[in-house]
């Protein structure tokens, strides 16, 4: 299993960013698959989610109507488009499968002016 990270960056507060989570080694569109996030000196914690037919979505409270989940399951890929961003949205982003509780390596989203 091998989930991939991609898209992270600097950006000013008020900016957009676009992750993308490449997936292999399981069957993706099987699978609901989350994003987390990871702030220096926080608990990791789970920012957004969609099952396996993209159909049902969850999002934080912190998130809501600023970031969207998608994915496409003839690309096995899972994005997390992040608009607004602000400073507290500074973080380690990690793809998730529930497929073997798999993670992915994280990519680094810094967001400052």
């Known amino acids: 299993v091998q989930l991939v990270e991609s898209g992270g960056g600097l950006v000013q507060p008020g900016g957009s960013l676009r992750l993308s989570c490449a997936a292999s080694g399981f069957t993706f569109s099987s699978y609901a698959m989350s994003w987390y996030r990871q702030a220096p000196g926080k608990e990791r914690e789970l920012v957004a989610r969609?099952?396996?037919?993209?159909?049902?979505?969850y999002y934080t409270d912190s998130v809501k109507g600023r970031f969207t989940i998608s994915r496409d399951n003839a690309k096995n890929t899972v994005y997390l488009q992040m608009n607004i961003l602000k400073p507290e949205d500074t973080a380690v982003y990690y793809c998730r499968s529930s497929y073997r509780d798999s993670w992915g390596q994280g990519t680094q989203v810094t967001v400052s002016s």
């Open positions: 969609i099952s396996s037919t993209g159909i049902s979505t």
